[in-house]
């Protein structure tokens, strides 16, 4: 059965945002191929390096500069000590290149001498690692080790703002990181949660985008708070009359210049 909208749906009770979230995950689910990643890897280390450098650049260019690093430095102990210099080298132009060296040779460090060479499988362990916060753990426990994890970005947060299922605002485009998981992993069952965070990334970057969401044409229309609220005004329960032009273009929508 179809979840209601309700424009309230954040002051609803948590089964119903329950309802909500698992029905946007079956419909993003059909739109999206939650395991797409880009980024070429052929074992945790290498997608652990890979997600470190990812940062402000395509996954292209990651592409192109971890096959020459992998092919001078394959295992964590090599990068550990190669010299700073030669990283930023091979680093530079996937952009704050200082940066991203200094973090890919201490983890390698970390790898070798407190991880035995093996990249944990934890969130708690992996955070540990220079350069890992929780959402490149969360990428590694999902794609290499079919872990559990919720993983929050921009994209991931904004999209469960506008559909709705958070406790802030639906306008609210950057909503709290931590909070966003906790309230996540309260309504969503721990075996949708990795498959959920891939997918609702995409669609943040595909049709929920920042600054102009395409809510005309979007799959979650029909259960989505911040199209009822702000983009297409209705009463609950009452068909809309607005054209499709004024659906799909915002005019009263707080702008935060993101
Ligand atoms: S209807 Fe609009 S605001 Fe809601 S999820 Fe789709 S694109 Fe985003």
């Known amino acids: 059965m179809q979840a209601q909208h309700s424009p309230s749906n954040n002051e609803t009770n948590p089964s119903l945002l329950t309802d909500i979230a698992v029905q946007a995950h079956e419909i993003l689910r059909e739109?999206?191929?939650?395991?797409?990643?880009?980024?070429?890897?052929?074992?945790?280390?290498?997608?652990?390096?890979?997600?470190?450098?990812?940062?402000?650049?395509?996954?292209?260019?990651?592409?192109?500069?971890?096959?020459?690093?992998?092919?001078?430095?394959?295992?964590?102990?090599?990068?550990?000590?190669?010299?700073?210099?030669?990283?930023?080298?091979?680093?530079?132009?996937?952009?704050?290149?200082?940066?991203?060296?200094?973090?890919?040779?201490?983890?390698?460090?970390?790898?070798?001498?407190?991880?035995?060479n093996t990249v944990p499988d934890s969130i708690e362990e992996l955070v540990k690692v220079p350069g890992i916060g929780r959402k490149s753990a969360g990428v590694i426990l999902h794609h290499v080790f079919g872990k559990p994890a919720i993983i929050v970005d921009t994209h991931f947060g904004r999209v469960c703002s506008r559909i709705g299922i958070l406790s802030c605002d639906p306008a609210e485009k950057k909503p709290d990181p931590i909070r966003t998981e906790k309230e996540i992993a309260e309504i969503l069952p721990p075996e949708r949660w990795s498959s959920f965070s891939m997918v609702a990334n995409l669609h943040g970057r595909r049709y929920c985008t920042s600054r102009k969401p395409d809510c005309f044409n979007c799959p979650l229309r029909e259960i989505c708070s911040y199209r009822y609220l702000y983009v297409e005004p209705v009463q609950p329960g009452a068909a809309s009359t607005q054209s499709a032009e004024a659906a799909s273009t915002p005019s009263s929508v707080p702008e935060d210049g993101t």
């Open 31 to 116: 739109e999206y191929d939650e395991y797409a990643t880009m980024l070429e890897y052929r074992n945790a280390w290498e997608l652990l390096v890979a997600v470190s450098l990812s940062a402000q650049t395509t996954d292209a260019q990651v592409n192109k500069v971890t096959s020459v690093l992998f092919a001078r430095w394959p295992g964590p102990g090599d990068l550990a000590d190669a010299p700073i210099g030669n990283i930023e080298e091979v680093v530079h132009s996937t952009g704050f290149y200082r940066n991203k060296a200094k973090n890919i040779k201490a983890a390698g460090a970390v790898i070798r001498d407190t991880f035995n």
